[in-house]
């Protein structure tokens, strides 16, 4: 059986979608026709590449000179009712027995208010190459477990919709059992990454095998590959004579990213300006068919912690009812298991 829902998610109350009041309760409705033989998705995005580094590449495991701990949390279009919230949470280090990092992501994504959810645990392996004495390679493996949920008791139909009472009449569709359809799947990525002091540039390929997202038994609505590049330099800010460059010192770092999942294609571009214990950056979102959204961040980073918050200022058609987007990350430092450890950190943005 096709099973077609229109999902309708509306502002406030019910009655507003029976009859139009005061603009300033305007609501927005929504309307996404899910078929379950062909649903296409696409991954969360981050605007904090650099605070979420498992989940943009992961040759990141084990980049730091210390065991760290991230958490990050999106709320993206908020002043529309069902936005998109997104957690993250990730533990990394580095061994020199293996000669690179071990790491574990978590991953949560909620959608129209709990209506479409997904959650993913994986596991990250990275090790290290030196090319030369001033430039290294880091490659990555990933393998993670996927789950996604649609609850159908939080759903509305088109056949609840009376013309005088609105949503009032009960539904004809059959509910699954338990309310609830859900999926899972394996899935697996991998990653490169080149640095020296002064650049660091990457590469990283999210659901190498295909992940099957459909919710009925013998249909197939696989997610798309997710193809990731990245680079960056950075420029010292440092006092004349000094010759050469200290993580500590100030620098400036121009970047660039870019991202395609199907037929969709992203690119970012912009810089950081870094001078401990602050950071700040400004980015430009942009799709190739328009113009996305301007990204402010400033962080704070202190001994063990750090600190970011930014803000997704919308430039397209959805600008004054979006919202933009919220993003926060935190992180914290862990001491190493021994005093000399022989690694070489990646220095790029915290954020």
């Known amino acids: 059986m096709v099973l077609n829902i229109f999902v ?39 605007s904090q590449f650099y605070a979420n580094p498992l989940y943009l590449n992961p ?26 919230v997104t957690y993250n949470a990730s533990f990394d280090m580095h061994f ?3 000669s690179g990092g ?20 994986s596991l990250v392996y990275s090790v290290t190459v030196p090319i030369s004495r001033e430039f290294f390679l880091k490659a990555g493996l990933q393998a993670g477990f996927f789950q996604k949920h649609l609850d159908f008791r939080l759903l509305t139909f088109g056949d609840q919709i009376d013309s005088r009472w609105g949503f009032s009449s009960p539904t004809k569709e059959v509910s699954p059992k338990g309310g609830v359809y859900s999926t899972n799947d394996i899935d697996f990525d991998a990653g490169i990454l080149g640095f020296s002091k002064k650049f660091f540039v990457g590469f990283a390929a999210h659901h190498l095998v295909p992940v099957n997202e459909a919710f009925i038994d013998g249909n ?13 330099v950075n420029i010292p800010v440092t006092e004349s004579g000094r010759r050469r460059f200290r993580p500590s010192d100030p620098f400036i ?31 430009y979102r942009q799709f190739f068919q328009g113009y996305d959204a301007l990204i402010i961040m400033v962080g704070f980073e202190y ?13 397209s058609k959805l600008s004054n009812a979006s919202g933009g987007a919220h993003e926060i990350s935190m992180g914290l430092k862990f001491n190493p298991p021994r005093k000399k450890i022989r690694l070489h950190e990646i220095i790029c943005p915290s954020f």
């Open 8 to 46: 309708i998610l509306y502002f406030k109350h019910e009655s507003l979608f029976i009859m139009g009041t005061k603009t300033r309760n305007l609501f927005i409705t929504v309307l996404f026709l899910i078929g379950f033989q062909a649903i296409k998705a696409q991954d969360p995005h981050f």
């Open 220 to 232: 197939e609505s696989y997610l798309p590959m997710k193809l990731t590049a990245h680079a960056g």
């Open 96 to 98: 020199d027995a293996l």
């Open 102 to 121: 071990l790491g574990i992501l978590l991953s949560s994504d909620r959608q129209g208010e709990g209506v479409l959810t997904s959650q993913q645990v």
């Open 303 to 315: 001994d063990k912690f750090k600190f970011g918050y930014s803000y997704d200022i919308t430039v």
């Open 59 to 84: 040759a990141f495991a084990g980049s730091s000179m210390t065991p760290r701990m991230i958490m990050n949390y999106r709320n993206q279009w908020p002043s529309i009712p069902g936005s998109y």
């Open 253 to 283: 770092s121009p970047n660039l990213l870019f991202m395609q999942q199907g037929k969709f294609q992203q690119l970012n571009y912009g810089l950081y300006f870094e001078k401990q214990p602050m950071i700040i950056g400004l980015w």
